[in-house]
């Protein structure tokens, strides 16, 4: 076999689901190489193409029926017209990715949704470290997922952290914002010590009064605290209390 053919599979089965830009990249051949290659592996039936979001992703033939159907399902989803029937869908779109991911060689979706469950707000870089992933792989499965309205996702300028479905789109906001140590120390000191001003935090946790100021705009930012004093909003305080105690949410 040609060894650019060669090649092309290797990355494939290490990176199941990976896109043409992206292998090119890894390839590292001319575009056109890459879509000759390609197409003559997938006529050979080495390879199964399967379109779907917008990109054909490239499997062995072994990996691709089911995910073909699952894109063929998750298309018709997003194709649902109105917010509600989404809604309702979920319990099923979920029970349904359990099954799947329970069935042989299909492990990987459940492995990663524990992982979010035991870990709310990890990012996809210490995902792929605990579950000793391949990135292309990551990739595939929390589209996926995220598609299926099996987890949540909060974008912040290239932060990325993914949480569980059962957690409130607007606690979701605030354990983002409070990944920052710094931020959660003041909530935290807030929630026991309301109206502590902002020079007294800076001396407690050793800063400056602007940098606690800033911290401040952000929390407000969120509705963590009040917007125009230094204490946890009424949504807010029960939260706090489930941080400070470690009281898990009831699903």
Same mark, same amino acid.
């Given at each position: 076999?040609?060894?650019?053919?060669?090649?092309?599979?290797?990355?494939?089965?290490?990176?199941?689901?990976?896109?043409?830009?992206?292998?090119?990249?890894?390839?590292?051949?001319?575009?056109?190489?890459?879509?000759?290659?390609?197409?003559?592996?997938?006529?050979?039936?080495?390879?199964?193409?399967?379109?779907?979001?917008?990109?054909?992703?490239?499997?062995?033939?072994?990996?691709?029926?089911?995910?073909?159907?699952?894109?063929?399902?998750?298309?018709?989803?997003?194709?649902?017209?109105?917010?509600? *029937?989404?809604?309702?869908?979920?319990?099923?779109?979920?029970?349904?990715?359990?099954?799947?991911?329970?069935?042989?060689?299909?492990?990987?979706?459940?492995?990663?949704?524990?992982?979010?469950?035991?870990?709310?707000?990890?990012?996809?870089?210490?995902?792929?470290?605990?579950?000793?992933?391949?990135?292309?792989?990551?990739?595939?499965?929390?589209?996926?997922?995220?598609?299926?309205?099996?987890?949540?996702?909060?974008?912040?300028?290239?932060?990325?952290?993914?949480?569980?479905?059962?957690?409130?789109?607007?606690?979701?906001?605030?354990?983002?914002?409070?990944?920052?140590?710094?931020?959660?120390?003041?909530?935290?000191?807030?929630?026991?010590?309301?109206?502590?001003?902002?020079?007294?935090?800076?001396?407690?946790?050793?800063?400056?009064?602007?940098?606690?100021?800033?911290?401040?705009?952000?929390?407000?930012?969120?509705?963590?605290?009040?917007? *125009?004093?230094?204490?946890?909003?009424?949504?807010?305080?029960?939260?706090?209390?489930?941080?400070?105690?470690?009281?898990?949410?009831?699903?």
């Amino acid at each position: 076999m040609h060894p650019t053919r060669q090649r092309i599979l290797e990355e494939i089965r290490v990176r199941p689901g990976l896109h043409k830009s992206l292998l090119r990249n890894e390839v590292g051949v001319a575009w056109g190489t890459i879509l000759h290659h390609v197409r003559v592996l997938e006529e050979e039936g080495d390879i199964v193409a399967v379109p779907g979001g917008g990109r054909t992703r490239l499997f062995l033939p072994g990996d691709a029926e089911a995910r073909e159907q699952r894109l063929v399902w998750l298309s018709e989803l997003r194709t649902e017209p109105r917010v509600e *029937d989404k809604v309702k869908a979920r319990p099923k779109v979920r029970a349904a990715l359990r099954v799947e991911a329970r069935g042989a060689g299909q492990s990987t979706r459940a492995l990663i949704l524990e992982a979010i469950e035991e870990r709310p707000g990890i990012n996809k870089s210490e995902l792929r470290r605990r579950l000793g992933m391949a990135w292309g792989s990551i990739w595939y499965h929390l589209d996926v997922l995220e598609r299926s309205l099996c987890i949540r996702v909060h974008r912040s300028g290239t932060d990325v952290h993914l949480f569980p479905l059962k957690i409130p789109r607007h606690e979701v906001d605030w354990l983002s914002v409070l990944r920052d140590a710094t931020r959660r120390h003041i909530a935290e000191h807030l929630l026991l010590h309301p109206d502590t001003s902002a020079r007294q935090l800076a001396k407690r946790y050793g800063i400056g009064v602007r940098h606690v100021r800033r911290q401040l705009a952000r929390l407000r930012e969120v509705a963590l605290i009040e917007p *125009d004093a230094a204490r946890p909003t009424r949504a807010a305080r029960a939260f706090l209390e489930r941080l400070v105690t470690g009281t898990p949410q009831a699903a």
